[in-house]
T-cell receptor, first 115, second 111 residues
Framework: DTAVSQTPKYLVTQMGNDKSIKCEQNLGHDTMYWYKQDSKKFLKIMFSYNNKELIINETVPNRFSPKSPDKAHLNLHINSLELGDSAVYFC??????????????FGPGTRLTVL | QKEVEQDPGPLSVPEGAIVSLNCTYSNSAFQYFMWYRQYSRKGPELLMYTYSSGNKEDGRFTAQVDKSSKYISLFIRDSQPSDSATYLCAMSKQGAQKLVFGQGTRLTINP
């Protein structure tokens, strides 16, 4: 029974296209995240939502737009894809405590290749 | 300079060896320290979690935090081929949900 799932697992597309990645968690967590992992394995946070509200928005081009229809889902839409967007995108979730140091549970990743 | 520095390796050791993985950081506000393990083509999974300074042991794994030196370590005893993975350190501040990750160290345990 998958805790954090993402679709699709692989995404190959042309430059300039628009694409979406979907994420769902069945852990009952309040907070969800999107991370980008580049070719050097460097994992960097992009966005975080708590109960459908945006709480972290790192310096990310506005071509990237997260959407949280409910607290179990967080989708990532990317407009006008560029070569530099090629990476693995991970969704994660956590209980969302205010003390910090929340354990985050990661999905399997979506490998995006922009040609 | 990155907030969290981690040698990307790769690191290759024989089975049964003791492995030492390390990270340094620059922000003294970090209070929570974690180690994640990431197998090839998989998502990171939490391995060890430590609050503030000190040691924590879980089976063959020991995590150490030295806040005075801004240095954290993960030791793996009796290493197994199944320990071959990328190990990422991560840390966060009190009251913050944002995790800051190191680059990850790619570890291979040779049978």
């Amino acid at each position: 029974d998958t805790a954090v799932s993402q679709t699709p697992k692989y995404l190959v597309t042309q430059m300039g296209n628009d694409k979406s990645i979907k994420c769902e968690q069945n852990l009952g967590h309040d907070t969800m995240y999107w991370y980008k992992q580049d070719s050097k394995k460097f994992l960097k946070i992009m966005f975080s939502y708590n109960n459908k509200e945006l709480i972290i928005n790192e310096t990310v081009p506005n071509r990237f737009s997260p959407k949280s229809p409910d607290k179990a889902h967080l989708n990532l839409h990317i407009n006008s894809l560029e070569l530099g967007d090629s990476a693995v995108y991970f969704c994660a979730s956590s209980q969302g405590g205010t003390s910090g140091g929340d354990t985050q549970y990661f999905g399997p990743g979506t490998r995006l290749t922009v040609l | 300079q990155k907030e969290v520095e981690q040698d990307p390796g790769p690191l290759s050791v024989p089975e049964g060896a003791i492995v030492s993985l390390n990270c340094t950081y620059s922000n003294s506000a970090f209070q929570y320290f974690m180690w994640y393990r990431q197998y090839s083509r998989k998502g990171p999974e939490l391995l060890m979690y430590t609050y503030s300074s000190g040691n924590k042991e879980d089976g063959r794994f020991t995590a150490q935090v030295d806040k005075s030196s801004k240095y954290i370590s993960l030791f793996i005893r009796d290493s197994q081929p199944s320990d071959s993975a990328t190990y990422l350190c991560a840390m966060s501040k009190q009251g913050a949900q944002k995790l800051v990750f190191g680059q990850g160290t790619r570890l291979t345990i040779n049978p």
